[in-house]
C-alpha cells in the first residue's frame, strides 16, 4: 500500500519560502494572499492493512518526517 | 590556565557532510586540548573523552531538515549517554542544527528570514559568563563572530520561548539579528546547562588574522571546564 504525507510550516512559523513564492505569482499577476511552502513524501509500504498502515506512518512523522514544534502533517492512503 | 594538569580529550564528530571538523580542531588544539576527529559510525567515545564537539557543515547534505537525517548516527547515540551522565558537549551551527533534532536541546532551526545564506562577522551578547561554555567572558560582553548559514532561524513558541528564558537557558543573542531568530536567540543551553549549541562559529574566531579572536572566549572556556572535568571526575 503507498501513503502520501503533506507535511507544512505550523501556522505562525515564519515561511520566508512561501513569501518569496507569493510575491512571484504576484509578479506574474496572479491575484494571490499567503502562498505555504511545504514537503510531500511518498511511502511504499509493505502492508496492505489500512489501520496497521496509518499507524506506521503516523509513527514515521512523528519520529523522522515532521518536526512537530514547527511542522504539521496530514497522511493519505493510497484509495482513499 | 595550565596548572601542570595534561591536555583534556575534547572529540569533534565528523559527520558525511561536515566541513568545518579540521577548524574547529584547530582551534581546540591551539587552546591546549587534544582534540581528535571522531566519524559517525563509532559506537564510543574515544577513552577519557572530557567534551564533545559538532562541528558544522552539512551533514547528510541537510536531507529533509538540516540534522534531522545525523541523530541516527551510532556516534550520537554515544553522544547522548555522554550528555545524560552530565558530559560537556557543544554544537556548533549545524552541529547545533543536530542537536535539536536529536532533542538534546530545546527549539528548531529554520531557513533564515531573508532566504539568503548569511556569512558575516555579527555583534552578540553573552547572557550568562556562570556556565562551563562562557567562564572567560564578562558578563553582557558584546563578541564577534561570523556566522554563515542558511538556516540558522531559531524558533520556539512563546510558551517555550518564555520557559527558556525563565530558566535561563538564553545563551546568547544577536545585538543586530541576522536570520528572524525568535528573542534574538544565537544560542542555548539544555535544562542541564552542559549542553550549549550556537549558530555562530568560535572556531572561525580564534586568530587576528580573520579579524576577531572572540571565539577563543566560548572555546576556551570549554577546555578549561574539560580540563577540570578530568581533573576531578564525577
Redesign the interface.
Known amino acids: 500500500m503507498k501513503a502520501t504525507v503533506l507535511v507544512r510550516?505550523k501556522q505562525?512559523?515564519?515561511d520566508?519560502?512561501g513569501q518569496?513564492v507569493s510575491s512571484s505569482l504576484r509578479h506574474l499577476g496572479f491575484a494571490v494572499g499567503d502562498t505555504r511552502v511545504g514537503r510531500l513524501v511518498d511511502v511504499d509500504l509493505q502492508t496492505d492493512d489500512r489501520d496497521e498502515a496509518l499507524a506506521q506512518v503516523q509513527q514515521m512523522c512523528e519520529q523522522?518526517?515532521a518536526?512537530p514544534?514547527?511542522e504539521g502533517y496530514e497522511i493519505e492512503l493510497e484509495g482513499g | 590556565m595550565n596548572d601542570g594538569l595534561p591536555p583534556p580529550t575534547i572529540a569533534v564528530l565528523v559527520f558525511p557532510g561536515s566541513n568545518d571538523d579540521r577548524d574547529a580542531q584547530l582551534a581546540l588544539e591551539r587552546l591546549g586540548a587534544e582534540a581528535p576527529r571522531v566519524w559517525h559510525t563509532e559506537e564510543s567515545l574515544p577513552r577519557r573523552t572530557a567534551a564533545v564537539v559538532l562541528p558544522g557543515g552539512f551533514s547528510y547534505g541537510d536531507y529533509l531538515r538540516c540534522g534531522a537525517i545525523a541523530r541516527f548516527s551510532p556516534v550520537l547515540r554515544a553522544v547522548t549517554r555522554f550528555a545524560a551522565g552530565g558530559g560537556l558537549v557543544l554544537g556548533i551551527c549545524n552541529g547545533f542544527q543536530i542537536l535539536t533534532e536529536a532533542g538534546l536541546l530545546p527549539g528548531a532551526l529554520r531557513p533564515n528570514a531573508s532566504l539568503s545564506f548569511v556569512c558575516r562577522d555579527v555583534p552578540l551578547i553573552i547572557e550568562r559568563t556562570d556556565t562551563p561554555f562562557t567562564t572567560r567572558c564578562e558578563p553582557g560582553q558584546e563578541l564577534s563572530i561570523p556566522v554563515k548559514n542558511g538556516e540558522g532561524c531559531w524558533f520556539a513558541d512563546e510558551e517555550l520561548l518564555a520557559e527558556l528564558e525563565t530558566r535561563g537557558q538564553i545563551a546568547l543573542r544577536y545585538a543586530a539579528n541576522p536570520n528572524g531568530s525568535v528573542g534574538d536567540v544565537a544560542g542555548v543551553f539544555n535544562a542541564d546547562g552542559n549542553v550549549f549549541g550556537l549558530m555562530p562559529h568560535p572556531e572561525h574566531a580564534v586568530d587576528p588574522l580573520l579579524g576577531s579572536t572572540d571565539g577563543a572566549l566560548l572555546l576556551g572556556s570549554l577546555v578549561d571546564a574539560a580540563r577540570l572535568s578530568v581533573a576531578v571526575p564525577a
Request: charged letters at 0%; hydrophobic letters at 60%; zero cysteines.
Open positions: 510550516p505562525g512559523i515564519l520566508p519560502q518569496a523522522l518526517l518536526n514544534l514547527i
